[in-house]
């Protein structure tokens, strides 16, 4: 992701609406009583906006701006959706362009799989939360519970074309750490009968068996209800586990070797309960460390604090030699979340 200008920003936070210094206040107007006693009404519609971002062809200029460790980054896209084939992300202004999953954090998680809304179902309660409007268009709210009432995420689904024009999500104290939406959007005249469902399955475990026979020990579970829904080795060598709560993301990463430090240009050092680790000033929030004979580095979209109790519930294992100095492909895994970054 890029750095916007000033200016940019500031246009950006007037389009958000975005009301500093009281976040918790801003997040809770519009939970009613009511939607806290209802059921999951407002699953039917992400499942409609899920097929919609697949099957139906758009295009348009999306911002997201996300809140982590270090304070706020944002970025602006022009997309472009063609069904069957994915979608065209194109970042402003160094122009780099590419392809990816709709359904993947580099698409903004805009047609999420029915496994991830089963995630969601499991640990959220999800409600319909009347009409509103975003961007001049028309729109249906859905909020996603927590079992305590509070706020975890808003989305604004078009009310003609049923994609999700903004979506927002919200930490355990009620502040705003993701937003994302479009700024201008068109859509492609509907064909009858061509709209996708969303892509079914999305576990990815059938490694799983293999993978603990050849040694690997991994959790199912991560803190903030992080589920496992995909883990496999890659063709360059890296074992890749995927965590998700059904609205986040926490990718991990794991390679045979040792750290070099030195050669993390960008990254800083911290200690944390007596163990060195590798951050990065950056959207996707990057953390490397070493643990025994292994590189860990996680990439995510979830809150600073989820993902620092991710990393903390992971291993940490002292080194079993001494430390050659390898460099393990941190770039690589970066591109691999983010490639317009």
Known sequence: MIRLPAFLAVVIAMVLGLVAGSPARAVQQGVQQGEQDNEDTGLRLLREAAAAARGRGYAGTQYVTTWGRSGSFSSVVEVHNVPGRGLSVRSRPSGTAGWVDPGAPAGSMTAPSETMLEVLARNYRVVEAGRTSTGGRAARLVNVLRADGTLAARYWLDEAGGLALRRELFDGHGRTVHVGGFLDLTLDPARGGAVAVPTPG????????????????????????????????????????????????????????????????????????????????????????????????????????????????????????????????????????????
């Open 202 to 341: 999305g576990v990815d475990l059938g490694e799983v068996p293999a993978l603990m026979d050849l040694g690997w020990r991994f959790p199912t579970e991560l803190p903030g209800r992080l589920e496992l829904f995909a883990a496999h080795t890659e063709p360059a060598g890296y074992l890749y586990l995927g965590y998700s709560d059904g609205l986040s993301v926490v990718s991990v990463f794991v390679d045979s070797g040792v750290l070099d430090g030195e050669k993390l240009r960008g990254w800083h050092a911290q200690r944390r309960d007596g163990h060195t680790i590798w951050m990065r000033n950056s959207a996707e929030q990057g953390t490397i460390w070493a643990s025994g004979d292994h590189v860990y580095t996680v990439f995510a979209d979830a809150p600073a604090d989820t993902v620092d109790a991710a990393v903390a519930a992971l291993p940490h294992e002292p080194a079993p030699n001494l430390w050659n100095r390898l460099g393990r492909g941190a770039h690589r895994l970066l591109s691999w979340v983010n490639p317009f970054g």
